[in-house]
């Protein structure tokens, strides 16, 4: 993981690069509609090593933007997975910083949710890069921040959870938001039944 | 999930309508948020979307500050033998504390502490073991109970009741400190007992109790309340979350000032200082230099004439009050007890003020040089916190410390602190108060009194101290070692000595267990305790190493948090019940029924209780006075036909502040806002009935705690400590070694860190932060893994008496051959910030595989006995590079003091 190559930046070798992130990306123990199951060893090679299922849920693949669109840290928003309460996303090239779940040349392309994993507090504005850190945050509410080149990790702050990342696939120039991994704040599912 | 990664989940139930809820509060920091616990059957339908289907009564997707539950704040565990979901979530109909249900992440996924096989707490001790062959393996209660109960009574016969050294847990519940402190201090009566974060059972904060303020006197409202608050040694964000988002924040947002002493910049002090330095000052300063700096703010408030007058007038002791009182007067006060005469002591204000303006650390110039400060920022300060208004108003100033503070010179910070606080008028009236904002809760009563005149341990002057544990055990005293709910060696200082030293006792003894019968493994531990060794038995909820994989011969498991109802108080006083919401672990108990058992196999009676209830209402009597004094609610509830653990029940998660009161007229239960209170009437106090019956009033609720009820403004003279910190700073390439916790992190390795995979993969080992210009000499970057070792931890190995007046100063002990210097080495992974001052690291106060207090000077402070946890030097190097420098996964080198 920590070592992802260029060569898997055509959409064609995409799919076996998305086998790797989807396998912390999408363990689901839902009953959302599971597309795929695979199974897959998580941690090959350490003493956690265990085959689980992992489930590649049934997320929309919808096109947010483009490479050439976007600008040196300058977030973008969009929603997602919906149009519905709580969908607010950012998605932001982080001036070559090499990010987890980043893609693009510079793998410096990343997504994730607004809203703070703590309280809810919304992000919007809050993108900061400082030296080599590109972090989400203080939150307005409680002060939480978010680490956006390690898949939302907290650095410091009150937060439950991960800043749920939003899983990007690139074709062409083209971003699409695939997936996503952890709860978006207010939700009982990410993918809500209508 | 079965595995110690954080994968992230992207649904969670919701808890159903019928789910029955019960209250709880945050087993971690002193703040003690309220909790609810929803609990419904695995199986039954989970909750719905719409407000009707669910217990929260709101429509799902919630928005901001609603209700919520984030994957980790749900479990699946045991209750009445049936599987049950449970969901733990900060209360949102909380009124107090953290009000509308707010919390930190720490206590916001403590729905993961609970024992469930499928998560990393699969560990927990759920049996009684007994080592046999060097193995610990599973036994019957009774059989370990025998073994424990024999050995002990041996020991204590044949050695004395010293040799039976109990080291506890201070804070967890009052049922079980109440039944250990019965069991050791009255029953067994040993002088080598104490606590988990002292050698010896001595005050934490000696210039408090001298000057006469309580630990815990104000509420959480009184920090915001100040104008100017002077934050000492912590930044509460970080440690005790909810004093500053629910109170302090919120000030800050309006306008309060804050003076902060410390050596870093963490997230609390970033988000102040970014209001500019007319609103904030940090003070950025060398560890153990506050009492120069400290000196340095009165020294100015003095020259410009800016001390509160009236105040000192009414409430500061004179020549003849300093001296005065019959039992509590001068020849039986702390300070008298503590040092020979004439240190500490003034006969007034004006005689302090004269001592402050002779002191030549106390010249702002000289004493911004030693702390390593900007010397416009003490006027600064002492502008702030005293100089009158134009109207002639006072600014409020409040002061509140933490261990940072006063775990970095004892005696003379909080000293120095508190003649600072009198200065300004503090200490007595809403928003001007004096106080820890604490670590731990507060979970302590006193089942018996400490034998102190059988320590064999003397001060200069006439009275004894406390006996030093760690200093008896090292001298080989200990025979058995009785140890609950603590690691011992790790969280004491120069802890790889101790080590050595358990190591040498226990198992490097001939005598280990080899047989098969009760009776020869009885004889086989008497036989080492009379050859000189030493037998550790141990009481706790996972095998720690290496207290108990190592070093026990008997492990106790132990049932905790939700496993038991149990009774504590917060960082305000504010007592709660923590209810029993599922079932302990196999056959784990609560260390009162431990307790308990062990003691009546050693022929104690008043054991024989049935339930926590009854040894919480056996407890009561003895809170009396004190700052949490819960027994007038035993005295409502019995009234009412209930329990003391149903009353408490009733009053949920806001349960009531201590000293309680309760007028019998009107049947109404009453509790204290604040100690100290200056501004209380005599006509509320007649309301509140609190001068009929069982109830106690004593000094500390109207007045201070000191022989006369007014305060005393001591001397803090910075010679009793220069010694050691001029020895200690820094030679050659050492830097500063400090070390303390981090937001994220509560536990020390038993609980979150270890076993809460979200924890772990953001601290996945001891980290040390390093600041740039440092690092950069080293050739150290973020992520490399470094060695942190030191042939300067100096190390106390004698229990002497003191004679003459600086006997225990360190200098005379270390030309005396009392001090013997050793090796530590400790490995991290280093993070290179500017969040820490040049020359200055920082490191976990506890990873149990990298515990950093080994590099601290296991040297006592001279007066009151306690470590100087924070003071030590170390020199650093890269090994290598951690795996965390460059993959995704783990660990964060991103700055915390980004705003």
């Not at chain 2, 979307?49 to 929260?56: D, H, L, Q, T, W």
Request: hydrophobic share 35%; with cysteine.
């Amino acid at each position: 993981m920590t070592d992802l190559k260029q060569k898997d930046e055509t959409a064609a070798d995409h799919g076996k690069c998305m086998l790797n992130r989807r396998q912390f990306l999408m363990y689901s123990g839902s009953a959302a509609a599971a597309a795929t199951t695979i199974s897959i060893n998580l941690f090959p090679g350490t003493a956690q090593a265990a085959q689980a299922k992992a489930r590649v849920v049934g997320y929309p693949r919808k096109k947010i933007g483009t490479l050439r669109g976007l600008n040196d840290n300058q977030p973008v928003d969009f929603s997602y997975p919906d149009d519905e309460q709580n969908s607010q996303c950012m998605l932001v090239k982080m001036g070559g910083a090499k990010a987890g779940g980043g893609i693009g040349p510079q793998r410096d392309v990343v997504a994730f949710s607004y809203l703070c994993t703590h309280q809810g507090g919304f992000m919007m504005g809050k993108y900061q890069a400082v030296g080599p850190h590109r972090v989400l945050g203080q939150c307005p509410l409680h002060l939480s921040t978010y680490d956006l080149t390690r898949h939302g990790i907290i650095v410091s702050g009150q937060a439950y959870q991960s800043l749920p990342q939003v899983l990007l696939e690139l074709d062409g120039d083209d971003i699409y938001a695939v997936g996503m991994m952890g709860l978006i704040f207010g939700r009982d599912k990410n993918l809500m039944e209508t | 999930m079965a595995t110690n990664y954080y994968l992230p989940e992207d649904s969670t139930p919701l808890p159903p309508k019928n789910a029955e809820v019960l209250t709880t509060c945050c087993d971690y920091c002193i703040v003690a948020c309220g909790y609810k616990v929803y609990r419904w059957p695995l199986g039954a339908p989970n909750g719905g979307v719409k407000a009707s289907e669910n217990a929260f009564n709101v429509d799902f997707p919630t928005g901001p500050l609603q209700a919520w539950v984030a994957p980790n704040q749900h479990n699946i565990v045991m209750h009445q033998g049936k599987p049950v979901n449970v969901v733990v979530v900060p209360d949102k109909d909380a009124d107090v504390v953290n009000i509308g249900g707010d919390s930190s992440m720490r206590g916001g996924c403590i729905a993961q502490k609970c024992y469930n096989p499928k998560t990393p707490t699969r560990d927990r001790l759920t049996t009684p073991l007994v080592r046999i062959n060097g193995t610990l393996q599973p036994v019957p209660w009774d059989f370990a109970l025998d073994i424990a109960a024999e050995v002990a009574k041996h020991v204590i016969a044949n050695h004395g009741a010293n040799a039976y050294s109990v080291k506890t847990y201070s804070y967890q519940y009052v049922e079980n400190t109440y039944a250990i402190s019965k069991f050791a201090r009255r029953n067994i009566n040993t002088a080598a007992f104490t606590f988990h974060d002292t050698p010896s059972d001595v005050t934490s904060t000696p210039g408090f109790r001298d000057a006469g303020f309580d630990n815990f006197g104000p509420s959480y409202k009184d920090w915001g309340d100040a104008e100017v608050l002077m934050i000492n040694g912590t930044d509460p964000y970080e440690t005790k979350t909810m004093i500053f988002t629910q109170f302090i924040k919120p000030a800050i947002d309006a306008g309060q000032k804050t003076i902060w002493l410390n050596p870093r910049e963490t997230a609390g002090v970033a988000y102040a200082r970014s209001k500019g330095p007319d609103q904030t000052i940090h003070f950025q300063l060398y560890p153990g230099t506050d009492v120069p700096l400290v000196g340095a703010i009165i020294r100015v408030i003095l020259e410009n004439g800016w001390q509160d007058k009236e105040w000192i007038k009414k409430w500061v002791n004179n020549k003849w009050e300093s001296s005065s009182g019959f039992g509590q007067g001068t020849r039986n006060t702390p300070w008298q007890w503590r040092t020979t005469w004439g240190k500490f002591q003034t006969k007034g204000f004006e005689d302090y003020k004269k001592w402050n303006l002779a002191q030549k650390e106390f010249d702002p110039k000289v004493a911004a040089k030693i702390a390593g400060v900007n010397v416009k920022d003490i006027y600064k300060a002492a502008e702030w916190l005293a100089k009158p208004k134009a109207d002639g108003a006072r600014p409020k100033s409040s002061f509140g410390i933490e261990k940072g503070f006063y775990w970095s010179n004892n005696t003379g910070n909080t000293n120095a602190i508190s003649a600072l606080a009198i200065t300004c008028g503090a200490g007595g009236r809403p928003g001007q108060m004096v106080g820890r904002f604490g670590g731990h809760q507060r979970g302590g009563t006193g089942g018996g009194k400490y034998p102190r005149n059988k320590s064999p341990e003397k001060v200069p002057g006439r009275r004894r101290r406390a006996l030093d544990t760690d200093r008896y055990l090292y001298s080989g005293h200990t025979r058995m070692a009785h140890v609950i709910g603590t690691t011992w060696i790790q969280s004491m200082c120069g802890s790889q000595g101790l080590n050595a030293k358990f190591e040498e006792l226990v198992s490097n003894n001939p005598h280990q267990t080899r047989g098969w019968e009760k009776q020869s493994i009885i004889d086989t531990l008497k036989a080492r305790a009379d050859s000189g060794g030493m037998v550790v038995i141990n009481q706790d909820i996972y095998l720690r190493d290496p207290i108990g994989s190592r070093y026990a011969d008997i492990v106790f498991p132990a049932a905790t948090w939700g496993e038991e109802d149990f009774v504590r108080a917060n960082g305000e006083r504010r007592i709660r019940l923590y209810q029993k919401f599922y079932d302990a672990p196999g056959d784990a108990k609560p260390d009162w029924w431990i307790i308990a058992q062990l003691a009546k196999r050693m022929g104690f009676s008043g054991y024989d209780w049935k339930n926590s209830n009854e040894v919480c209402e056996e407890s009561s009597r003895f809170s009396r006075g004190n700052r949490k004094a819960y027994h007038m609610i035993k005295v409502a509830a019995h009234r009412e036909g209930k329990t003391l653990h149903q009353k408490l029940a009733e009053m949920g998660t806001t349960g009531i502040q201590g000293p309680t009161f309760y007028n019998y007229a009107t049947g109404e239960l009453t509790g204290s806002v604040r100690l100290h209170d200056t501004t209380l009437t005599e006509a509320q106090i007649k309301r509140e009935g609190r001068t009929q019956g069982a109830n106690m009033v004593n000094k500390k609720t109207t007045h201070f705690n000191s022989q006369t009820g007014k305060q005393n403004i001591q001397k803090h003279p910075w010679s009793l400590f220069s010694d050691y910190w001029t020895w200690l700073k820094p030679k050659g390439d050492e830097l500063w070694h400090s070390n303390g916790r981090i937001n994220e992190i509560w536990q020390s390795g038993f609980d979150d860190v270890e076993r809460r995979p979200y924890v772990t993969q953001r601290w996945p080992e001891n980290w040390v932060e390093i600041h740039p210009d440092d690092a950069k000499a080293r050739g150290i970057e973020s992520g490399d893994q470094v060695m942190l070792y030191s042939n300067r931890v100096p190390a106390s190995k004698d229990t002497i008496k003191g004679v003459f007046g600086n006997d225990f100063q360190f200098s005379e002990l270390m030309k005396n051959g009392h001090i013997e210097l050793s090796e530590a080495a400790v490995t991290a992974v280093a993070v290179v910030t500017d969040n820490v001052k040049k020359g200055v690291l920082y490191s976990n106060m506890l990873d149990i595989r990298q515990p950093t207090n080994a590099l601290q000077g296991r040297v006592v402070d001279s007066i009151s006995g306690n470590y100087n946890y924070k003071m030590g030097v170390a020199r650093i190097k890269k090994l290598g590079e951690s795996p965390y420098k460059k993959e995704f996964r783990s660990m964060s080198f991103a700055l915390r003091n980004i705003v």
